[in-house]
């Protein structure tokens, strides 16, 4: 790549009387590329050519070389940076920077399409180690920064921030994108520390963001300034009088009202039982006092971000929901399906054991599942009697509908597609709208056809009245003998409905 700046190697080559490129990687060396990226800069400044700067840190690498050797770890970062040349152009610029940094030139590119190539770059090294070794990624552009100090620093922070994220993760700085810092929304702080003098210190730590800091004293001034106003971030001290930063903590991350209010841990105590006892009441991070200025601007300003996307992604869910119960409503007969189905798919998973993504899936898949049947006309929904073969063929495509429809949402509902596409499929391949069989059907679809033939069964439709309990049952129950549902969850939801029956019989009772 260097070829590409022949005069300028040579006159490197003479001052320097080294090599431009690194012995080991051979990409180029660290003094040549800032050489390389001043003459980049001159270019921006005087032709407005823009350019992104790249940063890439291999995550904890010095580790991976104390467990595998010098050796070992000289050939991954050799690879790494084969890894790099693969995923860049000819015309951008790769160094290895320092140690195991590598940092790239991406020439004439602007940062939204430096962000597809830093993915694919931090997708395409964790592939090649199998997720052994991945990489965190900072990037900035040449319009961040006026000089080639200014624009490394910038890249640097961008790479903090990632690095603060936790492995695998990128980071973009863009005044375009604007940050959190720039952005004409102001956030809300709540600092929490009983001693003045820290309050202050950590408000004027802030001062640089573009926040409004409230400060409380104990623990129950602490939920009290939740309760009546909208806070972005708490900075919660570990010790406090009457209630402590754990239990605060903890009681902000069970009400649902708050669970998503980022918490950052600050406490004088640097050792491993303290991070525990913060992770497990919730804490979204963890800060020794005294806190650095950099790293506590870096850590806030990325679980902010982190809020608003986390608040977006709500705001959408909302959507999909409101549009669940528009199609509800299309029917008169299913008032409240998708509620009771939601309900009963969850606790069916509890009592399955099922993992937590899987009880998730459970719920906003239940909500959702019969989205699809915005394409059914009303007729046909509430058609008195049985349906014909075309209107049958019409109601069979509402699981695939609903799908098209929630999948450009596949980030946020993960696990739900499979419930919206799969939960009128049954085990013996005689199901739709694919036809699959067994293992084939995701474990949430299967609970989702349990739950929803029984809810179905026991409401009145417009082609029959309700059902009795047991008789519904019974009749899943022969479904799964005949090969139709699953066994173990047929066998689950019996256990549960009669535990659930047994429980209302005996409050009734005490209640007689």
Known sequence: MHLLYPDLQADYDREIQAPCTDSLTGLLNHGFFLELLERELKRFRGKGIPFSLVMVDIDEFGRYNRQRGTVTGDRALKEVAEVILESIRDTDLATRYLGDVFVILLSNTNTQQAEVVAERLKAAIAERFRRELTVCIGCASSKDAQDREGLMRKTKEALLVAKTRGRDSLYITDAERRPVDEACERVRVLVVEDHPRGAKLLEAMLSPLNCDVIKAADGEAVLRAVARSDVDLVLL????????GLEVCRRLKEDDTTRKIPVIMITAFDDIESKVRAIDA????????????AELTARVKSLIRTKRLNDSLVST??????????????DRYTDGHVKRVSRLAVDLGRIMDLPARDIEALRVGGILHDIGKIGVPDSVLNKPGPLDPYEWDMLKTHPDVGYRVAEPLKTILKGALDVIRYHHEKLDGSGYPNGIKGEEIPIVARVMAVVDIYDALTTDRAYREAIERE??????????DGGGLDKTIVSNLVTLVSGTKDESEREAGRTA
């Open 237 to 244: 001290d570990l010790m406090m009088p009457h209630i402590d």
């Open 282 to 293: 919730g804490a979204d991070d963890f800060i020794t006092k005294p806190p650095n200025k």
């Open 317 to 330: 869910e909302s959507v999909l929901f409101s549009l669940a119960n528009a199609v509800e409503a299309k």
């Open 471 to 480: 008789k519904a049952l019974s009749m899943i129950v022969q479904d799964a």
